[in-house]
């Protein structure tokens, strides 16, 4: 589908009415959560939830809308289900008495193919829509030969379903959202930031998660890692080992020996000290194994040594087999299939033999022509941020699915063409891919828990205040909880600063405390 049909189309969609409906009397709006609801104007009254289902919205059929009842952790809500132009699924859900007057949209991860989990956003009390961007299945086989499919996973089907999920919002409450969000991670942070990007009237502000800046390149990198370890592959059994060794290296760089590595950029571990002096066995590398640990950490070369994408920095390795190591085969890790799904179904076919054909000397090139759809590299935000926009990104540390090397270079190059007061990076010591890890994690980023429901410890209502009452977060508490269980309680807590500021220890109380860090200044 070229550009203009996309714009008239979204236009269409935008200015589409609605068929009248009986209507009931609207219950009354009751804020949930810590943040206070937007001013509700006068609204005429409301129509009963299953009568959604009579929406008249070109090319959408709703094929249900149903009252979901409270359980204890969501209100009752309004579930509207349906499809878009046939192939693009979405669910919008609608607070019954709780909303806000506020808009959420979920990004989802990987190749989205399914409609994201709406909960996060009816909790804090909005009314929220996502969508599987046009495709069911959470492999790559969708896009071969469909270029429309592409597209709408590109990025096509979040700006039209976000403008659908207005249109619904509009007809349930009588009113337009009055602040519309973005909240997503991995893939589903690389959709916020393409929507600010190439819409940046859809939102007033997002959170993106470790995003997918470049996938085209991220893609290739994927293939590379593979590569480079396929002859010395690294076994699950070893990984302990390795994340011990770059601990030991690292820990007490920031001045606290607390099992979690807040700087791993500025680690100089070597992992020659791993090489096994005898015998191979699980508490050493051979070798070869070292070379590919090594290729790990240095990132993707070409045959003239070039340096194409950044490498993972040591520590926190204890997930390599789920993202790179695969169980002795790079090719069972969930990198490796992102990366020979994309260049197979999206570029050479389901014959391509990945492995064998695939190098970065030439591989690059092959590429380019999926840039543009596919991509969320622009870093010119100056149309949102002129509009009020605000954003907030968030990157692990120990991500080893997206090197978190790639976000902080996205967001210099963001300050220098846009600016820096309208966007906040926080990096996130001992984080995997968007959760888990040794470190803090929990802060309400998407899919994630807060321990409280206010602007210092859910980055939801941080971004909300900074919106709305033109306060930009100077740090975000972040808690781990005893064994990753929420009903065992908080073992720690942590403040996570604005990039390039880090948590420093004010040397006094107990290091679980984030009451006895600071933000200041790296080393």
């Known amino acids: 589908m070229k550009r203009t049909e996309i714009g008239r189309f979204t236009r269409e969609l935008v200015a589409a009415g609605v068929l009248a409906a009986a209507v009931a009397s609207a219950p009354a709006l009751v804020v949930r959560g810590g943040a206070a609801p937007l001013a509700q104007a006068e609204s005429p009254a409301r129509p009963e939830c299953a009568q959604l289902a009579k929406l008249a919205l070109k ?175 690294i076994p699950k059994a070893k990984l302990p080992a390795i994340a011990k060794a770059t601990l030991a290296a690292c820990d007490t760089q920031d001045g606290l020996a607390d099992g979690v590595i807040d700087s791993p950029d500025k680690c100089s571990f070597d992992p020659k000290v791993l090489t096994c002096k005898g015998a191979d066995g699980p508490d050493c590398l051979t070798p070869g194994q070292v070379t590919s640990l090594q290729k790990l950490y240095s990132g993707p070369v070409n045959s003239k040594g070039e340096q194409l994408f950044p490498g993972y920095p040591p520590g926190h390795e204890e997930d390599y087999a789920q993202f790179l190591t695969g169980d002795a085969d790079p090719r069972t890790s969930s990198t490796w299939k992102l990366g020979d799904g994309f260049l197979r179904y999206f570029m050479h076919g389901p014959d391509y033999d990945t492995m064998k054909q695939f190098s970065l000397d030439t591989g690059y090139a092959d590429l380019k022509p999926f840039v543009d759809a596919q991509d969320a590299y622009r870093p010119d935000l100056s149309a949102f941020k002129a509009r009020g926009g605000r954003l907030i990104m968030y990157v692990g540390w120990a991500d080893h699915s997206i090197p978190p090397g790639r976000a902080i270079a996205y967001y210099d190059d963001m ?81 996570l600063c604005p990039y390039p500021q880090v948590a420093k220890y004010k040397g006094n109380g107990s290091i679980d405390d984030a009451t006895n860090f600071a933000c200041a200044a790296a080393r």
């Not at 209502?461 to 100077?474: C, D, H, T």
Request: glycine content about 12%; overall charge neutral; charged content about 20%.
């Open 59 to 233: 090319d959408v059929t709703i094929t249900s809308a149903k009252v979901v009842p409270a359980d204890g952790t969501t209100p009752e809500y309004c579930q509207v289900l349906g499809a878009l132009e046939t192939t693009i699924l979405f669910e919008v859900s609608l607070p019954v008495s709780e909303w806000n007057n506020r808009y959420w949209v979920a990004g989802g991860g990987g190749y989205n193919g399914s409609i994201p989990d709406l909960k996060q956003a009816l909790q804090h009390g909005y009314a929220a829509a996502g969508s599987d961007t046009g495709h069911q299945g959470s492999d790559a086989s969708f896009a071969w030969k469909n270029e429309k499919a592409q597209i709408d996973y590109g990025y096509r089907a979040t700006h039209l379903i976000t403008a659908l999920g207005k249109q619904i919002v509009k007809a349930y409450y009588g009113q337009n959202p009055q602040r519309s969000y973005f909240v997503g991670c991995s893939n589903g942070g690389k959709m916020g930031l393409t929507e600010v990007q190439r819409y940046p009237e859809d939102f007033n502000g997002a959170i993106t998660g470790c995003p997918v800046i470049d996938r085209t390149n991220l893609m290739a990198a994927f293939i590379w890692d593979a590569q480079s370890q396929i002859a010395n592959p």
């Open 415 to 495: 300050q220098k063409k846009s600016g820096s007061d309208f966007a906040r990076l926080f990096m996130v010591p001992g984080m995997h891919h968007c959760a888990n890890g040794p470190g803090p994690w929990n802060f309400g980023g998407r899919g994630q828990r807060w321990i409280k429901d206010d602007p210092e410890h859910d980055a939801v209502r941080a971004l909300e205040r900074w919106v709305e009452q033109g306060v930009a977060p100077s740090s975000l508490i972040a808690a781990k909880f005893t064994n990753d269980d929420p009903k065992q309680g908080v073992a720690r807590t942590r403040p």
